[in-house]
């Protein structure tokens, strides 16, 4: 029950950082970027990325880690990489609202292998 009670708590703070995500990536469209990995964005993945797997959302965790990874290798955000950034937080949302725990689900591992090769053609653009 506790473990039950601490992934529906974490579900809705993932929730809250998810808008945060959403907002800093307007922001960032709008040219309003420090550097990429001290900004709210940056941290609110990272948040993420630290929290889930240990509440049992492994799968969110790839996500905001992939872009966590790609944010600390960027010193600017071109138009590739703000797709890059939309797509990432896009796939964390919808894990968040279809509660996707796990890369086992059957559409989460297609999502990150399907993403990873979007970040990886998207970057060598």
Request: charged share 20%; net charge negative.
């Amino acid at each position: 029950q506790a473990m039950d009670a601490a992934a529906a708590q974490f579900a809705s703070w993932q929730a809250d950082m998810v808008d945060i995500l959403a907002q800093e990536s307007k922001r960032i469209e709008r040219g309003e970027f420090a550097p990429l990995s001290d900004t709210p964005l940056f941290r609110a993945a990272f948040n993420i990325h630290g929290q889930a797997e240990s509440i049992g959302f492994g799968s969110v965790g790839r996500v905001a880690e992939m872009l966590c990874t790609y944010l600390e290798e960027q010193t600017e955000l071109t138009a590739n990489g703000l797709s890059i950034v939309y797509q990432c937080v896009g796939t964390i949302a919808a894990m968040n609202r279809e509660d996707v725990r796990t890369l086992e689900h059957p559409v989460a591992g297609a999502l990150v292998e399907a993403l990873e090769v979007f970040i990886k053609k998207k970057s060598e653009a």
